[in-house]
């Protein structure tokens, strides 16, 4: 931590790569374009920089695969050599039916020695946990042992960990958007803040700290609400899957070059 905190102030460029977490869904700015972590961590290593001094990319696409990542996004990685890549994917190839967490995440480790050779750190994110969350909680096994193998990973390869699965308040329904599949605005900047931790970056509000009280449900409301999101959000979601679609065909990068944020 230390040795971060000492040379956090040379990232002066910024590649983000990965699916729908990191493009920002579902995090809106006022024109109408989404924002979300990456974007939001963008803004806190720029601080304190020259303006013009400190450039941003953000390459993600929702809906993208692993392997999609590796072959669309992981080559711009090379051409342009940042100082800093995060690396979040293999969320939405977990969550298919008959997924191996083991063969994922060989593949990871893959792209992410690849990336150690082209960028100066490189940050990795685990995934979430899921106990609270109807239907994807029976695949939190599956998600916990992608995680002690992204935990390994990231020892073998020195790079810094976001860890998504540990911050108990993104559990908590404020941290989740009305699909809860994508995080809300305020899910988005804990976020923001974990991964600025985890590069030894100071922040002075705390991912962890407890949200605001919400107002008791019933738990006939609560089943009410569950029955109205699968509906409404999982059953499209699943269905798109079952089908072979993707919220991201013809979807491109929002920020595909390194621009000065």
């Not at 941003?56 to 711009?76: F, H, K, T, W």
Request: proline share 6%; net charge negative; aromatic share 6%.
């Amino acid at each position: 931590m230390a040795d971060l905190l000492e040379t956090s102030d040379l990232i002066t460029s910024y590649v983000a790569l990965g699916d729908s977490f990191t493009e920002g869904l579902n995090d809106p700015n006022p024109d109408g374009t989404f924002g979300g972590w990456a974007d939001r961590l963008a803004g806190m290593l720029a601080e304190g920089q020259h303006e013009g001094t400190f450039r941003y990319a953000n390459l993600a696409v929702r809906g993208r695969l692993l392997d999609q990542i590796v072959s669309e996004q992981v080559p711009q990685v090379r051409r342009i050599a940042p100082d800093l890549v995060t690396f979040c994917a293999g969320g939405n190839d977990i969550l298919r039916p008959g997924s191996d967490p083991d063969e994922v995440a060989e593949r990871f480790e893959a792209a992410v020695v690849e990336l150690r050779g082209a960028a100066g750190r490189v940050l990795i994110c685990t995934g979430f946990d899921t106990r609270d969350v109807p239907v994807l909680r029976h695949l939190r096994g599956k998600i916990a042992t992608y995680n002690v193998h992204l935990r390994a990973i990231a020892d073998r390869n020195d790079c810094a960990v976001a860890d998504l699965w540990s911050l108990r308040t993104l559990r908590s329904r404020p941290a989740w958007s009305e699909d809860r599949l994508h995080l809300s605005a305020e899910g988005h900047q804990r976020v923001a803040l974990l991964a600025a931790r985890a590069l030894g970056l100071p922040t002075s509000d705390d991912p962890a700290a407890p949200w605001p009280d919400e107002a008791a449900h019933t738990p006939a409301e609560q089943r009410r609400e569950n029955l109205a999101w699968a509906r409404d959000y999982l059953l499209p979601w699943v269905g798109r899957r079952l089908r072979g679609e993707s919220s991201g065909d013809n979807v491109e990068a929002k920020r595909p070059e390194l621009l000065p944020l």
